[in-house]
């Protein structure tokens, strides 16, 4: 591998390892606040030099691009479904338990959260893999995956489903918007798929959980 592919997987390595740490600590200090700083420590030191480094780095043109082939239609109405599913899935069964400040705080936190990471997990593996595409598509799945892990770790934090479903489900709908940002080079799609589903599983998380 090149320098850069070497650096990438590296890098998301180092920072995962990080939050091994860093989420327990910061979630043992205060469960809310510690969440919410933890995900801002991975958005400054992977998301954010990731996007800069890698993902606008090797950009094609095709990056944020909304055009689609006209053989590709279908991954529209496919993503709105996985977003609608997950909201089926996740969210309706917990409509009891919502709050109107827990909603605000979702919508906030996704709309930073999809982009970042769609940028930075798909962008970044696509842009800098682009000769080795079996590679990083592989590569940047399974890391985006395992960063999830640290998240389980969280203390005062429970999740829907618990850890199972917050590491499966990451799996799941990592493979489905890697398979969409390296079909069609561009992370315009997945990103708004990736909000959506996050507006959904934040709510509910944070409702859950006593955020706001």
Same mark, same amino acid.
């Given at each position: #591998? ?17 939050? !091994? ?14 969440? @919410?700083?933890?995900?801002t420590f991975y958005w400054l030191f992977f998301c954010l030099?990731? *996007? ?6 090797g950009n094609d043109g095709r990056l944020f691009s909304e ?11 496919? %993503? ?17 338990? %919502?709050? +109107?400040? +827990? #909603?605000?705080?979702?919508?906030? *936190? ?9 940028? =930075?997990? $798909?962008?970044? !593996?696509?842009?800098?893999? $682009? ?5 990083? !598509? ?7 995956? %395992?960063?999830?892990?640290? %998240?389980? #770790? ?15 489900? =990451? ?14 080079? +561009?992370?315009?799609?997945? +990103?708004?798929?990736?909000? @959506?589903?996050?507006?959904?599983? !934040?709510?509910? @998380? ?5 955020f706001a």
């Amino acid at each position: #591998m090149r320098p850069r592919q070497l650096a990438l997987p590296a890098h998301a390595a180092l920072v995962i390892g990080a939050l !091994f740490f860093v989420v327990p600590a910061l979630t043992n200090w205060h469960p809310q606040y510690g969440y @919410l700083f933890a995900l801002t420590f991975y958005w400054l030191f992977f998301c954010l030099p990731v *996007i800069g480094w890698h993902a606008l780095e090797g950009n094609d043109g095709r990056l944020f691009s909304e055009k689609l082939r006209w053989r590709d239609w279908w991954i529209i109405p496919l %993503l709105l479904a996985q977003a609608g599913l997950v909201g089926v899935v996740n969210f309706v069964p917990n409509t009891s338990i %919502l709050t +109107s400040g +827990s #909603m605000y705080l979702a919508l906030l *936190i996704a709309t930073i959260n999809g982009p970042l990471e769609e940028i =930075a997990w $798909r962008g970044g !593996f696509l842009g800098t893999f $682009r000769d080795r595409p079996r590679l990083g !598509f592989w590569l940047g799945w399974g890391l985006f995956t %395992l960063w999830h892990v640290p %998240l389980a #770790m969280s203390h005062g934090i429970a999740f829907d489903g618990g850890a199972a479903a917050l590491i499966g489900g =990451a799996a799941l709908l990592g493979l489905l918007w890697n398979w969409i940002a390296w079909r069609t080079g +561009s992370v315009f799609y997945v +990103s708004i798929a990736h909000t @959506l589903t996050n507006v959904f599983a !934040f709510w509910v @998380l944070f409702s859950r959980n006593g955020f706001a």
